[in-house]
């Protein structure tokens, strides 16, 4: 007979092997086409967003460009696609749809996005709210051609240092201090969901 431990780790990829997830359902989408749909929806939003902004500025610089189409997908994920984990979080392990099937995925790299973790939502309940519009209004700003933009700019690229440093120290802290992870050791989900996924908010900021 299974212990509690026992079943948990039999239904679901997830670490820890006991994380509760009794609603858990695997995802029935191939993986290429849950991100080809989704970087087509994210290309689509950047795309519209600087072509919007080049009309509303037709002197617009090239490297503002940039910063256009940067919070345009800052924006977009922010309060649309964590947003999705916010609002759906306790059930977003059992869902079919795509956003759901891209969260189960990467949750794989960070199993605290189905587990209902509390500085998990928290900090993206943060970000939703917070993060999100202060990316659209940079756009804005930027597309008016705005000096609010720079110190805008200023604030969201510490706070987006900052979220990083949260998000990988409560982590690191945890496995230290109990010996948890919420990982998989696999290369593609450690090193490409896990540390690849998130660098460019340190990347981006920094530079």
Known sequence: MKGPGEADAASH???????????????????????????????SVVVVTVVAARRAHTKMAFLDQLSVAWFALCGFLHCVFEGYFVWNHRRLAGMQTLFAQLWKEYALSDSRYLTSDPFMLCVESFTVVIWGPLCWAIVVALARG????????????????????LYYSTS???????????SRSEFLYFWVYYVGFNAPWVVVPAT
């Not at 695997?26 to 290309?43: C, D, E, G, M, R």
């Open 13 to 43: 990829p997830y670490y820890p092997v006991n994380a509760a997830l009794p609603h858990y359902a695997a995802n029935q989408t191939p993986l290429v086409k849950l991100l080809v749909t989704f970087a087509a929806t994210i290309a």
């Open 146 to 165: 705005s000096h609010m933009r720079h110190p805008l700019q200023i604030v969201m690229c510490v706070g987006h240092l900052y979220g990083v440093v």
């Open 172 to 182: 690191l802290a945890e496995l230290y201090i109990t010996g948890v992870s919420h």
